[in-house]
Structures are given as C-alpha cells and as structure tokens.
C-alpha cells in the first residue's frame, strides 16, 4: 500500500465519528420491462458500476430466500432491479456477462450465488473490493469498514433486515440499497486512485 494510502483499519469509535453517508442522486426502481430502456442505456455506457444486491432477511433455521434486489450504481444515478422478474432475467445476464463494464462490489461470490438460482450466467470483470482490501493487509473488508476507512464516511445499517420481496420499496429501503451500490462505486474508483485495483 502506497504511503500517502489511508489508514489499514478503523476503530468503532472513529466510525461513530465520521459524517453519514446516503446516497442522495437520482434512484430508478425497476420492476418492468418498459423501465429497462433509460437504465440500460446508462449502464452499458459506464465503464465501472457499483453493484450489491439485497436479499429477504431469514430468521428461522433452514430458511432461506433467493435475492430480491440487484442494485447496479453508474456516475449519473442507481437502478435496483427488482430480481424476481423473469423479464429483467436477460437484461441482468448482459449486465454481468459484460467484459467492458467493471462490476465492484463487497462480498460479490455471495451476491452472483444467489443470482445464479435465478438464472444462468458467465460473469466477467466483476471486483470483490474486500478481496482487493485484503490483498493489501486490511482486516476489516466489509463495505461499512471500507467506506469508513478509504471514503472518510459512515453507511448507516437501517433497512439491511427489511422484507426486500416487497413489491413497493419503502423510502428508507430505497436510499439504503442506493447508497450501497454507489459507495462501492466509490470505492473502487478511490482504489484506483490509490492504485490498489488496474484500471484506465
């Protein structure tokens, strides 16, 4: 790690000090085809996205639910496809399969696990931020410790248990899954920066 890079870790006493950090530009919720068309322009024209999915909380042994939320960030604004909409199956696929837009995320295996129950996919040029942190001797590698720690930043956990199966997002759910996918964005473009991801 380069000497002028941040900090390797950060305490929970720091974190508590930091300014919030919430998403506050344009948010797309798609959920049909005839919303695909704006946000699909604006994504393939991006050559790094955010991306996170959300997925409903469980809370019995042996339950468990596929995503229900895939969020990709570009520079102008943050679409959350609803996940159980077969008809936004293919537009996804394309999304991940691209080699030309660089997906990054935090904990990404999890997220393109889940996805593949849905549907089928080969994914390319997709970045595990944490993987990348932890490459670099960072312990703490979770998108909260992260943005804490590269972003001077700190991400509010609020609506992470929520019912994302829901057919209509409440408001908080909306900017908190937002806020997610654009801080990764962020991330990976303050890693590039500091020269911990390649990228032009």
């Not at 322009?41 to 409903?56: A, K, M, N, P, Y």
Request: glycine share 8%.
């Amino acid at each position: 790690m380069s000497a002028d890079a941040p900090r390797r870790e950060i305490t929970r006493e720091e974190m508590n000090a930091l300014p919030i950090l919430r998403y506050d530009g344009p948010v797309h919720v798609v959920a049909e085809l005839q919303d695909l068309e704006p946000a699909m322009q604006d994504i393939l024209d991006e050559s790094v996205i955010g991306f996170d999915t959300e997925t409903r909380p469980t809370f019995k042994a042996g339950e468990s639910y596929h995503p229900s939320l895939v969020q990709f960030a570009t520079a102008g604004g943050v679409y959350l496809l609803q996940a159980q909409q077969p008809d936004l199956f293919a537009t996804m696929r394309e999304i991940l399969s691209s080699g030309t837009i660089v997906k990054a995320g935090v904990s990404v295996s999890d997220d393109l696990r889940g996805l593949k129950k849905l549907f089928e996919f080969d994914e390319r040029s997709v970045v595990d931020l944490g993987k990348v942190a932890r490459r670099h001797g960072l312990k703490q590698t979770g998108v909260r410790n992260l943005a804490g720690i590269f972003l001077g930043t700190r991400i509010p956990k609020g609506a992470k248990t929520t019912n994302w199966a829901a057919r209509r997002l409440t408001s908080q759910q909306i900017n908190y899954a937002a806020t997610d996918a654009w801080a990764c964005r962020e991330l990976y473009l303050r890693f590039r920066e500091l020269k911990l991801v390649q990228g032009s």
